[in-house]
C-alpha cells in the first residue's frame, strides 16, 4: 500500500536555526513527490514538485531533496514567517491519469524569535 | 481573483440535515478533487472529477455526492450529516497528470 510518513510531526526552533524535515515514502513507482506548505485556515499552497533520486530544488530559504525512498524539506536560517504545516505527497506512476496524491501528516513547524 | 474559490467557509449544522459545498476555479485545469482533513490535519483524497467525468471515487460513504456541471465548477452534497462528518473539506484542481495542485481555502464542517 502506498504510504506517506513525516517527522517529526512538530517541530520548534528559533530564529536563524537551520533544520530539516523529512518525508519517508512507499510506493508503486513514483511519478512525484510533492511539498505544501499551509498557513493555519488556509489551504496548502504548492512548493515544490521533485520526479526523480538526486534531484534538488530551492525556494528562498527552503530547499527540498530526493532520494529513493525519502525527501528532506531544508530551512536554512529560518524566520517566524515560516512557521506554518508543511505536507508531503507522493504521486504513484499508475495515478498519472487520474492525478491522485497521497499525503503525510504533516510537520507542524514554530519558529520562535 | 481567486483561482479556486469555496463556498461557505464555515458551516455548522445539525445531524441528520442535507448540505452542500461548492467549488469553482478559473485557472483552466482539467481536473478537479475533493480532499478531506481530518482534527490531525491529515489529507485525504475522496472524489477527482476530469472534464465533468468522474475518475477516483475514494471509500466514501454514499451519502457524499459530488457533482460536476462543467469542468470549472465541482460541488459536493452530503445526506444525513453525521458527527463523524466534522471536518475541512478543501476543493483543489490540476492540469491533467495533477502537477501541482490548487487548493481552495477550505469548508470547514462542523456537525452538531
Known amino acids: 500500500e502506498d504510504q506517506v510518513t513525516q517527522s517529526p510531526e512538530a517541530l520548534r526552533l528559533q530564529e536563524g536555526e537551520s533544520s530539516s524535515l523529512n518525508c519517508s515514502y512507499t510506493?508503486?513507482?513514483?511519478?512525484?513527490l510533492f511539498w505544501y506548505r499551509q498557513d493555519p485556515g488556509k489551504g496548502p499552497e504548492f512548493l515544490f514538485t521533485l520526479y526523480s533520486a538526486g534531484e534538488e530544488k530551492e525556494k528562498e530559504r527552503l530547499k527540498a531533496t530526493l532520494t529513493k525512498k525519502e525527501s528532506f524539506l531544508h530551512i536554512t536560517a529560518p524566520k517566524p514567517e515560516d512557521s506554518a504545516t508543511y505536507l508531503c505527497a507522493v504521486q504513484a506512476s499508475g495515478s498519472s491519469n487520474t492525478g491522485k496524491l497521497i499525503f503525510g501528516q504533516g510537520t507542524t513547524l514554530q519558529v520562535k524569535p | 481573483d481567486t483561482a479556486v474559490s469555496q463556498t461557505p467557509k464555515y458551516l455548522v449544522t445539525q445531524m441528520g440535515n442535507d448540505k452542500s459545498i461548492k467549488c469553482e476555479q478559473n485557472l483552466g485545469h482539467d481536473t478537479m478533487y475533493w480532499y478531506k482533513q481530518d482534527s490531525k490535519k491529515f489529507l485525504k483524497i475522496m472524489f477527482s472529477?476530469?472534464?465533468?467525468?468522474?475518475?477516483i471515487n475514494e471509500t466514501v460513504p454514499n451519502r457524499f455526492s459530488p457533482k460536476s456541471p462543467d469542468k470549472a465548477h465541482l460541488n459536493l452534497h452530503i445526506n444525513s450529516l453525521e458527527l463523524g462528518d466534522s471536518a475541512v473539506y478543501f476543493c483543489?484542481?490540476?492540469?491533467?497528470?495533477?502537477?501541482?495542485?490548487?487548493f481552495g481555502s477550505g469548508t470547514r464542517l462542523t456537525v452538531v
Open positions: 472529477y476530469n472534464n465533468k467525468e468522474l475518475i
Open positions: 510506493v508503486s513507482g513514483l511519478r512525484g
Open positions: 483543489a484542481s490540476s492540469r491533467n497528470g495533477g502537477d501541482g495542485y490548487t
